[in-house]
């Protein structure tokens, strides 16, 4: 199984420390560091995470993602996050759509686009994308409209969701997997469950849902299969601490 992947990736780093004292000239906790966690996050994500599953990857990325951090100060022993500090946001680049003549499609079993709205895929790219593959999936965080009509799957999150609800079209509507957290996912009005389990972090768990489903769609070609399939990966993960795959 090969997948082809798009999408900006930036270096997610978890500050683990703790709070025992606030701060003398501002109401603030101090925050004492104990340990660092760094990882790659966003479309790498979910490479590593197809990757896990056995699959052969290619991503079309940002070159310099490790100029791109989001720093995270957790507390360590309740895994409360105090504050995200995010660097680089205006670093990401723009991807040229004549790079795309350079890419044999036919050589993939699916397309997955990481889209986080970061200003490296502009919707002229993205509706070329769709057009080349017969198993187009998205995660993206930008207002959808007809360049995303020929996208396989649309995967979104609830709040993703109300965003668009007012200007949703039938024929976006139909491929579109709404995620919501403890409550599983929507497609097609059919509700997909997902176990009762301890949250401890929902951070990759997106890219994880959407490796899963694509590792998953290629295998069975089943959306019911693919989906509950998905929905299993991103419980899985949310169980633990930081980014991490399946």
């Known amino acids: 199984m090969r997948i082809l992947i798009f999408g900006e990736t930036c270096k997610d ?8 004292r606030l701060c003398p000239d501002a ?8 340990n660092t966690v760094e990882t ?8 590593n995470n197809l990757r896990s599953l056995g699959t052969k990857t290619h991503l079309i990325t940002n070159n310099n993602y490790d100029q791109i951090t989001k720093s995270r100060f957790i507390d360590n022993r ?13 670093k990401y680049g723009v991807f040229d759509i004549d790079g795309l003549d350079f890419i044999s ?13 970061k200003g490296f895929l502009s919707t002229e790219v993205l509706e070329e994308i769709s057009k080349r593959h017969p198993l187009t999936i998205i995660d993206t965080k ?32 139909k491929k579109m997997i709404i995620t919501k957290g ?4 929507e497609y097609k009005g059919k509700t997909y469950s997902v176990k009762n389990v301890e949250v401890k972090d929902t951070s990759g768990a997106g890219d994880t849902f959407i490796a899963g489903l694509c590792y998953k769609m290629v295998e069975t070609n089943s959306e019911d299969e693919a989906i509950e399939f998905a929905n ?3 419980t899985k993960i949310v169980q633990r601490r930081g980014v991490s795959v399946i």
């Not at 790659?40 to 490479?47: D, H, L, Q, R, S």
């Not at 360049?147 to 609800?165: C, Q, T, Y």
């Open 142 to 173: 930008k207002i959808l409209g007809s360049w995303a009509n020929n996208f396989s799957f649309i995967k979104v999150n609830n709040s993703e969701f109300e965003a668009n609800e007012k200007t949703l079209t039938k024929a976006l509507l």
């Open 40 to 47: 790659y996050g966003m479309a790498k994500n979910v490479e």
């Open 232 to 234: 299993e990966c991103a």
């Open 105 to 117: 499609f036919s050589e993939f079993d699916a397309v997955v686009v990481s889209d986080y709205n």
């Open 78 to 90: 309740t895994n409360h996050m105090f504050i995200r500090v995010d660097d680089g946001d205006d």
């Open 27 to 34: 109401p603030v906790p101090v925050f004492n560091l104990l």
């Open 182 to 185: 403890p409550h599983g996912c």
């Open 13 to 20: 780093v978890f500050k683990y420390g703790e709070c025992r």
